[in-house]
């Protein structure tokens, strides 16, 4: 299995651009989360998603949105790019606790890294 | 509210000494806890977990950490430092949060091996 699937890695961006970060995970798993890492602030989840068609604000939602049509699909938007928003996404997956498969909890992407000019 | 928190934002260890990160959080309920390391350009890698079952946890690279409800703590520590240890750690707590499950993470202790 791939996991969870991030693209593109690197991506730099000028102010007031839009984009769309892709989270693809094969695992089935109905929660999807977005976070967004910042030199010594840890991750700070931004977005998250219970299943297709629910998705919900974390801590730090300014500044972007979400869609989950599909149970393997989590994309994040960015419609006006501002330097604040340079940082490292990661978006992650699980399934739910007690499940068979839940031995790990979290799966994260391998992140990609935006900076905004 | 729930809530991690790694004591020191960088720790230095020599290569063969005992390397100990320090986390402690704030739940109301029993939480599931974790520990996660990060390689430098890399993403987040699992290290080891607790999840109610043996307080004294094990995990890969010879990593253990200790769960204590008593003093709300999950330190994690290695006995002997290998310079491929040097990496970030990230400590976290999985709690419901308005009916779903998040991870809430510390802010992460950058791990640094001398010679």
Not at chain 1, 78 to 95: D, G, H, I, K, W
Not at chain 2, 9 to 27: F, P, Q, T
Not at chain 2, 39 to 66: M, W
Request: aromatic letters at 12%; one cysteine or more; a positive charge.
């Amino acid at each position: 299995n791939a996991g969870v699937t991030q693209t593109p890695k690197f991506r730099i961006l000028k102010i007031g651009q839009s984009m769309t970060l892709q989270c693809t995970q094969d695992m089935n798993h109905n929660y999807m989360y977005w976070y967004r890492q910042d030199p010594g602030m840890g991750l700070k989840l931004i977005y998250y998603s219970v299943g297709a068609g629910i998705t919900d604000k974390g801590e730090v939602p300014n500044g972007y949105n979400v869609s989950r049509s599909t149970t393997e699909d989590f994309p994040l938007r960015l419609e006006l790019a501002a330097p604040s928003q340079t940082s490292v996404y990661f978006c992650a997956s699980r399934t739910p606790w007690g499940n068979r498969l839940s031995s790990d909890g979290y799966t994260f992407g391998s992140g990609t890294r935006l900076t905004v000019v | 509210a729930q809530s991690v928190t790694q004591l020191g934002s960088h720790v230095s260890v020599s290569e063969g000494a005992l390397v100990l990160l320090r986390c402690n959080y704030s739940s109301s309920v029993p939480p599931y806890l974790f520990w996660y390391v990060q390689y430098p350009n890399q993403g987040l890698q699992l290290l080891l977990k607790y999840t109610s079952a043996a307080t004294l946890v094990k995990g890969i690279n010879g990593f253990e950490a200790e769960f204590k409800k008593s003093e709300t703590s999950f330190h994690l520590t290695k006995p002997s430092a290998h310079m491929s240890d040097a990496a970030e750690y990230f400590c976290a707590v999985s709690v419901r949060i308005q009916g779903a499950q998040k991870l809430v993470f510390g802010q992460g202790t950058r791990l640094t091996i001398n010679p």
